[in-house]
């Protein structure tokens, strides 16, 4: 123990003029494998500081510094019991760190040391709790052994009793010591030599006291005198200090009344500064005052001073006015005359503006714009120039006064609305008339019509009924439609338009209403009340937009409400005359709906909802179309025929394709073509299997092969892999006829010769089969005889007058089917000859006809049909 006290001296704090009282070899609670020294340390220097060391012991065997803290820093000490066996203690600095001691007695001695620094040098001693009393309460109580090991680790005293020789001292001892050098052999001797001199000593001493009685007696006196003089200067220094004492209080005071005057001088000017601001900021001139009282609104001068005085009386309610200087009476007061001039302006402009709306919404002349040759719905610009000039008056109102705004947006929408519904029926019964003007239909009467048009709906253009019964437009109409309805739409859209950005101007649309503006306000933004206000809550930026648009689509559907439901009229009226139009109509409006300048306006969404209503008229449209294919039944006429379904959509094919090419309905029509040539799969086998007097396979056949023409002709890419399907099922229809009808003409030979292949089959040699009874060469000779070419003629000229009767003339398929019938009786007589050949080789039989006489009785009765 005492090495490792001498090496940490040594090593550790001696560089530093430090001294080493005490320590205790610890571990930390939770890491028993590290250990580390706890050290108190003193400096040798002034001022004296007393430390807690944390020395750790590096890889090297070198001990290290690893922190420190000052005494004064120790906040408690806990033992956490008061066993003297227990090897745990808590020192708690800025935080608790707890430490196990190695050894119970070094932590004894670290304690006491510790609590006996802290009560020398510290006024307020940290507590000092779950210790033994004798640790924390000196040294009495402990035991003698303990006491004597304390001592010998370190004696606390020293710190406070131990002083250093000076060098006078040192260098007396020395030269002592060389005087009495025998001592080193006799001690005694120097002992007595010490005590001799120090008798001597004494003595000199009394006998210079005895001497110097009457000069100390002296001095004595003079010490007298002196405190005398002392405590008489002291009491003159007492009286200087309290009246320097009264001077500086006395300063204090005046300091403290110049600095509040200071004060009172500026709150008084900030105030002459603020009452000065509200006094301008609050002034009316005398102009504008009477502007507003007696505004005159008829005349360009009148009006711009009204707007002005509006300007002003607007600046001066909104001014930026303190809370505190809303209470006086003044502003009180001037705030009520604010109110009766604003209330006195409003009435002048809403009686002004609301007399305004009715003249100009009932106006009798804007009824002619559609009176000449060109089909146009009138715009009003000259309503809108005219009332351009009230624009910022409409500003302040909607600003300053919300009701009266709200009215006078009632009686616009009103009044504009009944001219504009005028007008858009007009233009529509006018856009009526241009359309029929050469058909007569608007010639006739009301009931006529109405009757025409009943007629031509129950008999519209279905595929699947006859062509006859078609009740077509005239396709002259049908394009003047396209292009009237056209100009119909272009027309509405400049003037719904020009309307809806004259109304955003105007009624300042794009603004918010003050309950729900945003925290940018303008002049033109309704005047903050004078009392103290919450600040408005701003609002996201796609929550303002939208609210926007709201207003703006709410005012254009009062004023164009008649929109959407006379478009539909005018729409279903002639989809009740033809059901075609249909698809013009929801190209038409799908094209104005794609490019419209504004999305988000109102004739946009009006359009848009139409287009909804005409999208479900054309998928109506379709889906009959779909409906009477799958109801055909095809003609009960002799021959069958092609199916009406599939020659219709031809004229219904190029008349969609006319109508849908290049545009963004394109994918809509491609959809109901596959639908459609799908039913029409369907739906030939069922008819084909009704039928009864002509043949199902020719039903199919000639309608496949109709079909897979036509889909050739129109190039319809989307169809591509039904064109290829109808030809296949056309091939697969023409050869199920051929084999029905053209059968085996030869049917005794082939007969013969499936005997024949049967034997083989039973493992009889080709070679050998003419050795067979029923297979012999006589017996070939009589089958072949009852075949002899004009029989054989005559059976196929019979064959082909069976055929014609069975195909329609409009396919004119029957060469095709002869060809096909050849072609076919060709491949059977060389399996017969080949047969012949090889199973009765040398025998010099052979039929009676050859291939050319095929080929000419083929073409001979083709030719003579």
């Known amino acids: ?256 009344k110049n600095r509040l005057i200071e004060v009172a001088n500026k709150n008084n000017q900030k105030l002459l500064t603020e009452l000065e601001k509200v006094i301008l900021e609050l002034e009316l001139d005398s102009k504008h005052q009477v502007a507003l009282v007696d505004a005159d609104l008829t005349t360009a001068h009148g009006l711009k001073d009204a707007i002005n005085a509006g300007k002003a009386l607007q600046a001066v309610m909104n001014a930026e006015i303190h809370p505190a200087l809303i209470q006086l009476s003044a502003v009180q007061e001037q705030k009520k005359r604010f109110d009766k001039w604003k209330s006195k302006f409003s009435q002048i402009i809403s009686r002004h503006l609301n007399n305004l709306f009715i003249h100009l919404g009932n106006d009798p002349g804007e009824q002619s714009g559609t009176l000449g040759r060109e089909l146009n719905l009138p715009k009003h610009s000259s309503l809108h120039k005219e009332l351009n000039n009230y624009t910022e008056l409409m500003h302040w109102i909607k600003a300053m006064d919300r009701k009266a705004y709200h009215a006078l947006t009632r009686v616009y929408t009103s009044a504009l609305g009944k001219l504009y519904d005028r007008d858009i029926k007009y233009f529509l019964e006018e856009a009526k008339r241009t359309i029929s003007v050469q058909t007569g239909i608007m010639g006739g009467s009301k009931e006529d019509v109405s009757n025409k048009s009943k007629n031509q709906n129950s008999t519209s253009a279905l595929l699947g009924i006859e062509r006859e019964q078609w009740s077509e437009s005239d396709p002259g109409e049908r394009a003047r439609f396209n292009q009237i309805f056209e100009k119909v739409l272009s027309q509405l859209e400049p003037v719904c338009l020009s309307e809806q950005q004259f109304c955003i101007n105007f009624f300042q649309l794009d603004i918010l209403s003050p309950t729900t503006r945003n925290t940018q306000t303008t002049l033109d933004t309704a005047p903050r009340d004078l009392k103290s206000e919450e600040p408005p809550i701003p609002l996201p930026n796609h929550r303002v937009e939208r609210q926007m648009n709201e207003e703006v689509r709410k005012m254009m559907a009062d004023i164009f409400g008649c929109i959407e439901q006379e478009l539909m009229t005018f729409i279903s009226y002639y989809e009740k005359i033809d059901n075609i139009y249909c698809l013009y109509i929801l190209v038409r409006l799908t094209q104005h709906v794609m490019s419209a300048q504004d999305a988000g306006s109102f004739l946009s969404k009006s359009f848009g909802s139409v287009l909804v209503q005409v999208k479900r008229n054309y998928d109506k449209f379709m889906q009959a179309q779909l409906q009477s294919i799958l109801d055909c039944r095809g003609s009960r006429k002799s021959k069958c025929g092609i199916i009406p379904f599939v020659s219709n959509f031809e004229v219904f094919a190029k008349t969609t394709e006319h109508i849908f090419k290049d545009t963004a309905r394109r994918a809509d029509l491609d959809k109901w073509y596959v639908r459609l040539i799908g039913a029409m799969f369907e739906s030939i086998p069922v008819i084909a299997s009704e039928h009864l007097k002509t043949p199902a396979e020719v039903v199919k056949m000639e309608n496949f092969h109709h079909l897979y023409a036509l889909l050739s002709q129109l190039k319809i890419s989307v169809l591509d892999n039904q064109r290829k399907e109808a030809k296949v099922k056309y091939n697969e229809a023409l050869r199920a006829y051929v084999t029905r009808y053209f059968g085996r003409p030869l049917e005794k030979l082939n007969l013969f010769f499936d005997g024949v292949q049967a034997k083989v089959g039973q493992g009889v040699k080709e070679s050998e089969i003419s050795y067979q009874m029923a297979f012999s060469k006589q017996e070939l000779r009589k089958v072949i005889k009852e075949y002899p070419a004009k029989e054989v003629k005559r059976g196929l000229d019979h064959l082909y007058r069976k055929v014609e009767k069975h195909l329609c003339e409009e396919e004119n398929l029957l060469q095709v089917v002869w060809r096909a019938m050849q072609e076919e009786f060709i491949q059977q007589y060389k399996y017969i000859e080949d047969l012949i050949q090889r199973c009765y080789p040398g025998a010099m039989i052979a039929l009676e006809f050859s291939i050319e006489d095929i080929l000419s009785f083929f073409s001979e009765i083709a030719r003579s049909h």
């Not at 939770?30 to 108190?40: A, D, G, P, Q």
């Not at 040192?170 to 030269?175: C, N, P």
């Not at 200067?233 to 200090?241: G, M, P, R």
Request: with cysteine.
């Open 1 to 256: 123990m005492a090495a490792i006290r001498h090496t940490l001296q040594r090593e550790v704090f001696e560089a530093d003029y430090e001294r080493l009282l005490a320590f205790v070899q610890v571990t930390k609670t939770l890491k028993k494998k590290k250990t580390s020294f706890l050290c108190i340390v003193v400096s040798k220097e002034s001022p004296i500081t007393v430390k807690i060391y944390q020395v750790k012991k590096t890889e090297k065997n070198n001990f290290k510094k690893k922190r420190n803290w000052p005494i004064t820093m120790i906040q408690m000490v806990d033992g956490k019991s008061t066993s003297s066996e227990n090897a745990e203690f808590d020192l708690h600095f800025d935080k608790v760190y707890k430490w196990s001691a190695i050894n119970a007695q070094e932590r004894q001695s670290f304690i006491i040391v510790l609590w006996k620094q802290c009560c020398h040098y510290l006024k307020e001693k940290p507590d000092f709790k779950n210790f033994p009393p004798e640790w924390v309460a000196g040294d009495l109580g402990m035991p003698v052994e303990n006491q004597t090991n304390l001592n010998e680790q370190v004696d606390p005293g020293e710190v406070e009793d131990y002083q250093a020789l000076t060098e006078k001292e040192e260098q007396d001892l020395i030269q002592l010591m060389e005087d009495c050098g025998f001592t080193v052999s006799n001690a005694e001797a120097f002992m007595e030599t010490l005590a001799k001199d120090l008798s001597i000593l004494d003595g000199e001493n009394i006998q210079s006291v005895l001497a110097s009685e009457q000069r100390v007696s002296s001095l004595m006196g003079h010490l007298d005198v002196s405190i005398a003089e002392v405590e008489r200067v002291e009491n003159q220094l007492n009286a200087y200090d309290e009246i320097i004492c009264h001077v500086r209080n006395t300063m204090e005071k005046m300091e403290e």
